[in-house]
């Protein structure tokens, strides 16, 4: 029996006037987006995110920081109190490590719930975050929930991982983390999957790699190096420096598989 179809886009990182050689996948196009911000820097994208795409703005503890310092950074042109208020987070969530004192007053005086879990030491900031979106999803509909996380990559290569775990502990929710350079998420074996491909914005280099577990059989197409019932696994194969050839790249696999794909500056 074939698996059902899981369809993946990243037209949420188009910009205004950016048309598009296909329409958004009738998933996207009811999606709801809730945005994440951790505590590394702001990618390029943050105000287009926050502003166009996002129905639900959560801070991760210093992710606050982040917000108040680099969004006047991001927009030079504009007043930065004008900023700061404008891009306020909806809820500050985490275990209160990291933000300062002075921007937690501030969000909290603007009306942005404070949320201090700093009782549970035994689940990440970033975890925190998505059980609490999925506790109170901006759509109607779980399926139609997308999770987009700032400031994922980068900086203490244990949080990286930490983040990346999280896709597998919530492997049921798409997820997408986010850095100025690439995004990832997490492709369940439980679906095969197509990606459609945003030349404007990603591509061409790209990678499949399976860190949950090994694979026995993955299969590809509109890859340069396309897999045919491959098998790959740490310290054999695996799919790295791919390139996207197609406007849709089709993946059924027997592991849960990462898949990440470079932006566009």
Excluded at 112 to 120: K, L, R
Excluded at 132 to 137: E, L, Q, S, V
Aim: charged share 20%.
């Amino acid at each position: 029996m074939p698996l059902p179809t899981m369809t993946h886009s990243s037209s949420f990182l188009r910009l205004p006037a950016t048309s598009s050689p296909h329409p958004p996948p009738a998933d996207d196009a009811s999606a709801a987006y809730a945005v994440v911000v951790l505590n590394q820097r702001l990618p390029r994208f943050a105000p287009l995110l926050w502003d166009r795409a996002a129905r639900l703005r959560v801070c991760a503890d210093g992710g606050a920081n982040r917000v108040f310092d680099g969004m006047p950074e991001l927009l030079p042109a504009e007043d930065p109190d004008q900023v700061r208020m404008r891009y306020k987070p909806d809820v500050i969530k985490g275990d209160m490590d990291s933000i300062r004192p002075e921007v937690k007053e501030y969000y909290s005086n603007l009306g942005a719930e404070i949320v201090d879990e700093s009782h549970d030491q035994d689940t990440t900031d970033l975890h925190k975050c998505v059980s609490f979106i999925t506790r109170n999803p901006p759509g109607s509909e779980e399926s139609n929930l997308y999770i987009l996380v700032l400031g994922a990559l980068g900086g203490r290569f244990d949080h990286e991982m930490g983040n990346i775990n999280v896709l597998y502990r919530f492997s049921n929710i798409r997820i997408v983390l986010l850095s100025d350079d690439c995004s990832i998420f997490l492709l369940p074996k439980t679906h095969s999957h197509e990606i459609h491909i945003e030349r404007s914005i990603e591509g061409p280099h790209c990678g499949l790699i399976p860190m949950g577990s090994p694979s026995a059989s993955t299969t590809t197409t509109g890859l340069r190096w396309n897999l045919d019932n491959t098998s790959m696994s740490y310290g054999g194969l695996i799919s790295t420096s791919n390139i996207v050839e197609e406007e849709t790249v089709s993946i059924t696999s027997d592991s849960d598989l990462i898949w990440t794909i470079s932006l566009r500056n």
